[in-house]
C-alpha cells in the first residue's frame, strides 16, 4: 500500500542546518493506494514515434520562420528585422516561443548546432485533490492569495523556471535556471530572480563572449544584487558555454537543475555519457543563490536559524568535447524530479532514427519530451523519482508525480 502524494511544499529557503539535518516535509498525501507496475516501462512504451517536421530553415516555430545572416534576424514574409547590435539581438535571444529552436553554423568547424527550448509551467490556481473524493476547495482567501502570486509569474512564460539561449560568432551559451517557490508562499515573485539573472547572463555573453561561465555568472549575480530590481528571491542555474570552434562544452551547476550528454554506442542508442550532479544542503533544499535583505536576514538570526545562500564559486564545473550526433539537455529538476536519464535515453532511442532530420524537428522532439513528463508528472499513480526518493527518506511507501514547471534546453550537434 502506498501514500499517494497530492502536494508538495515549494524547495526549503531557511533553516538551522547544523541544528536540524533532518528536516520533516510537509507533504500533503491521499488515502493509501495499490501501488500500480512498472511506470518506467510505461514511460518507454507509450512513446508514439516522433514523425512531426517543420520547416527546413534556422528559426522555426508555430509562429513563423526566421533565417540568420551576418548576425541580424529577419523574418521570412514579413517586414520585421533585428539589426546586429547586442540589444537587439538580447531582446530575441529572451522571447523564444514554447518548442521554437535555430541552427548555427560556425566558420571553419565542421560541426553545427540546432538549439530548441520547450517548456511547461505549473498551473499555480489549480485546487489540490482531496483525500476522498478528488476535489478540495483552498476558500476565497487562499484562491485570492494563489491569484495575488501567480500574477506575477505569469509574466513569464516559463513560471518561475528561465532559460539561457544565445550565440555569438564564437559560439553559444544554454542552460536554465529554477526560481525557488517557497518566496511565492510568503507574498514575493518567485519567477524575479530566474528571469533577471537570465537576462543578465545573456547580455554579458553577447557583449563578452571569451569570458568563462564562471565569470559570467559571477558578473550577472552582482549585477543582479545591485539592479534592486529584485527585492527578494533565490534560484539554481546550469548552463554552459560551446565553443564554435572545437566543440568544447564549459558547463557549471548550482543546485537542483541538470544537463547531460546523450552520445550512441556501438549498437547506435543513445547513452547519457556524462551528467552533472545534483547539489542540496538536505532533502529538496538546494544550493542557491539569494537576495535577501539584510532585515530578513537579521530576523532570521534572532530566531536561530539561516537562509540557505550559496555563491557563484560553489559550482560545480564539467567539461565536455561534443560530437556530430551527440545530444546535450539542461532542465530544471520538473523534468528529473519525474523521470531518470534512462528515461531520456529511451526517449531519444524511440524517437531519434535515420528516417527524422533532426535540425527540422528538434523542437518537436523537445516540446514533446516536456509535454509527456508534465502528464507524468500529474499522475497520482506514478512512482515518480521525487517520491522513490521521499519513501527511501522515511521509510514511508509514497506514490504520484510531482507537477512543477519544467524547462528544457536542447542543443543537437551535427
Not at 483525500?131 to 476558500?139: C, N
Not at 556501438?266 to 532585515?295: R, W
Not at 539537455?329 to 534512462?342: A, C, K, Q, R, S
Amino acid at each position: 500500500m502506498s501514500k499517494r502524494i497530492v502536494a508538495i511544499t515549494s524547495k526549503l529557503l531557511d533553516g538551522n542546518i547544523l541544528a536540524r539535518p533532518n528536516v520533516t516535509l510537509k507533504i500533503k498525501y491521499t488515502l493509501p493506494s495499490i501501488q500500480t507496475g512498472n511506470q518506467r516501462a510505461g514511460f518507454h512504451s507509450s512513446r508514439q514515434k516522433h514523425r512531426t517536421k517543420n520547416a527546413n530553415i534556422s528559426f522555426s516555430n508555430e509562429y513563423g520562420s526566421f533565417k540568420n545572416s551576418n548576425s541580424c534576424f529577419t523574418k521570412i514574409g514579413s517586414t520585421r528585422k533585428f539589426s546586429s547590435s547586442t540589444d537587439e539581438a538580447f531582446r530575441r535571444f529572451r522571447s523564444f516561443a514554447n518548442g521554437e529552436q535555430f541552427t548555427k553554423v560556425f566558420v571553419d568547424s565542421a560541426l553545427s548546432y540546432t538549439v530548441s527550448v520547450a517548456y511547461s509551467p505549473k498551473d499555480r490556481l489549480k485546487n489540490n485533490a482531496s483525500a476522498d473524493d478528488g476535489v478540495y476547495d483552498d476558500g476565497e482567501f487562499v484562491q485570492n492569495f494563489k491569484l495575488l502570486n501567480a500574477k506575477n509569474v505569469y509574466e513569464s512564460p516559463t513560471g518561475e523556471d528561465n532559460y539561457i539561449l544565445a550565440y555569438t560568432e564564437i559560439g553559444i551559451v544554454v542552460g536554465v535556471l529554477d526560481g525557488v517557490g517557497g518566496w511565492a508562499e510568503q507574498g514575493y515573485d518567485s519567477s524575479a530572480i530566474s528571469r533577471e539573472l537570465a537576462n543578465k547572463i545573456t547580455k554579458i555573453y553577447l557583449e563578452s563572449p571569451k569570458l568563462t561561465p564562471m565569470e559570467i555568472l559571477s558578473l550577472a549575480y552582482e549585477q543582479v544584487k545591485e539592479e534592486g530590481i529584485v527585492k527578494v528571491g533565490s534560484t539554481t542555474v546550469c548552463f554552459g558555454i560551446i565553443d564554435g570552434n572545437n566543440g568544447r562544452l564549459s558547463t557549471l551547476n548550482l543546485g537542483d537543475s541538470w544537463f547531460g550528454v546523450f552520445r550512441k554506442d556501438e549498437n547506435e542508442k543513445y547513452k547519457c555519457i556524462q551528467q552533472s550532479s545534483e547539489q542540496v544542503h538536505y532533502f529538496n533544499a538546494p544550493y542557491q543563490l539569494s537576495v535577501i535583505p539584510q532585515d530578513f536576514l537579521d530576523a532570521a538570526k534572532k530566531r536561530g536559524t539561516a537562509y540557505l545562500m550559496n555563491e557563484p564559486d560553489e559550482c560545480d564545473n564539467y567539461e565536455s568535447k561534443l560530437r556530430s550526433g551527440d545530444i546535450v539537455v539542461f532542465t530544471t529538476d520538473g523534468m528529473v524530479d519525474n523521470i531518470l536519464p534512462e528515461d531520456i535515453e529511451l526517449y531519444l532511442n524511440d524517437n531519434v532514427n535515420d528516417g527524422v532530420n533532426l535540425n527540422e524537428s528538434l523542437g518537436s522532439l523537445n516540446k514533446n519530451l516536456v509535454q509527456q513528463t508534465t502528464v507524468l508528472s500529474l499522475n497520482t499513480n506514478y512512482k515518480s523519482v521525487f517520491s522513490q526518493k521521499l519513501t527511501s527518506l522515511t521509510n514511508q511507501d509514497y506514490i504520484g508525480g510531482k507537477p512543477d514547471d519544467i524547462t528544457s534546453v536542447m542543443v543537437y550537434v551535427k
